[in-house]
């Protein structure tokens, strides 16, 4: 299996442009999570998808971000309209979860955003 | 509510040495599991060595063991060897059973020196 595979690795936009960072976890996982993190933060859950279906968006910091899971298969993190303050490293990682209960996280390699 | 807690933001160690960092958590679940993941350079987190809170039998991989004294809700990594691709950022975290929420330390930096 090739992984949890996400793009772009990198993404350098202005203030106010959209940005959509896209992921693929690994097959047959069913629980999907977006994470970001920052030197002042460390690793900050964002939210948590499973069966494709968004169960906690708590750590969605505000309305400029979004995420969708149309399929198993794929995942997108969307902002609109970036800031200064959205640069960071974004992560996904997908785990397959056994009537509850997660073992272990696999992390893609990240996409790391600068908002100029 | 859950709490890691990595008090060495770095450590550096020569290598082929042997070096442990350190890890502390907060929990009042009885059924959990502790990991160490490491994030080289290349940025991708990578799962070292996980744990079973139910097991007493501390876990081993090749290099790493781990000390894990639930009594104590500690859980170090030792790394026997260190080889300079050891070099990375170690997060030391924990998940409830039954849930999502993986709950990170913010990570020691450690260095193998030539």
């Known amino acids: 299996d090739a992984g949890v595979i996400q793009s772009p690795r990198h993404e350098v936009t202005e203030m106010g442009q959209e940005v959509t960072l896209r992921c693929k976890p690994i097959?047959?996982?069913?629980?999907l999570f977006w994470y970001r993190q920052t030197m002042m933060r460390g690793l900050e859950l964002l939210i948590y998808?499973?069966?494709?279906?968004?169960?906690?968006d708590s750590g969605m910091p505000e309305d400029r971000f979004s995420a969708k899971m149309p399929n198993a298969s794929f995942s997108t993190l969307k902002i609109q309209p970036s800031e200064p303050r959205d640069s960071a490293v974004y992560f996904c990682?997908?785990?397959?979860?056994?009537?509850?209960?997660?073992?272990?996280?696999?992390f893609g390699s990240g996409t790391q955003l600068s908002v100029l | 509510a859950q709490t890691v807690t990595q008090s060495q933001p770095e450590m550096s160690v020569q290598e082929a040495e042997t070096v442990t960092l350190s890890c502390t958590y907060d929990t009042s679940e009885s059924n959990y599991y502790l990991f160490w993941y490491k994030q080289p350079p290349s940025r991708q987190m990578i799962l070292v060595i996980r744990?079973?809170?139910?097991?007493?039998q501390n876990a081993t991989e090749n290099r790493f063991s781990v000390n894990f004294q639930k009594a104590a809700k500690s859980f170090s990594l030792k790394i026997s060897d260190s080889q300079l691709g050891d070099t990375a950022m170690y997060f030391c975290?924990?998940?409830?059973?039954?849930?999502?929420?993986?709950?990170f330390g913010t990570g020691t930096r450690l260095k193998v020196l030539a």
């Open positions: 097959s047959g996982h069913n629980s």
């Open positions: 990682a997908s785990s397959q979860a056994g009537t509850g209960v997660f073992e272990k996280l696999f």
């Open positions: 975290a924990c998940i409830t059973s039954g849930t999502y929420k993986y709950i």
């Open positions: 744990q079973e809170a139910y097991k007493q």
């Open positions: 998808f499973n069966n494709n279906v968004p169960i906690d």
